[in-house]
């Protein structure tokens, strides 16, 4: 089987900083894209940033200059590092990544267990 688990997250105030990590484990063949996602109260769950195995990154408007994305392929783990907070970056946000477990399985999304992020004003 495989696991996403996240760690980090919690109460910040506006303008501070948090980050998020994100560790794959299990049967994991090979792990292509990773990304993170949010999902605020009556809302659906959006992109983030996203990054390939080669290190490409990707990062919705929002959180331009102020998010960054990072990865370890040889730890299996992704990061989100949250800088200039606002309140309306709370949410509860979610590591996501492309994986097969084998050569000859396809691609599928995995997520993690997710975790609360709520920045004060």
């Known amino acids: 089987q495989v696991q996403l688990v996240q760690s980090g997250g919690g109460l910040v105030q506006a303008g501070g900083s948090l980050r998020l990590s994100c560790v794959a484990s299990g049967s994991i063949g090979s792990i292509n894209a990773m990304g993170w996602y949010r999902q605020a109260p009556e809302k659906q769950r959006e992109l983030v940033a996203s990054i390939s195995f080669g290190g490409s990154t990707n990062y919705a408007d929002s959180v331009k200059g102020r998010f960054t994305i990072s990865r370890d392929n040889a730890k299996i783990t992704v990061y989100l590092q949250m800088d200039s907070l606002k309140p309306e970056d709370t949410a509860v946000y979610y590591c996501?990544?492309?994986?097969?477990?084998?050569?000859?399985?396809?691609?599928?999304?995995?997520w993690g267990q997710g975790t609360q992020v709520t920045v004060s004003s």
């Open positions: 996501n990544a492309d994986i097969r477990v084998s050569r000859t399985s396809t691609y599928r999304a995995y």
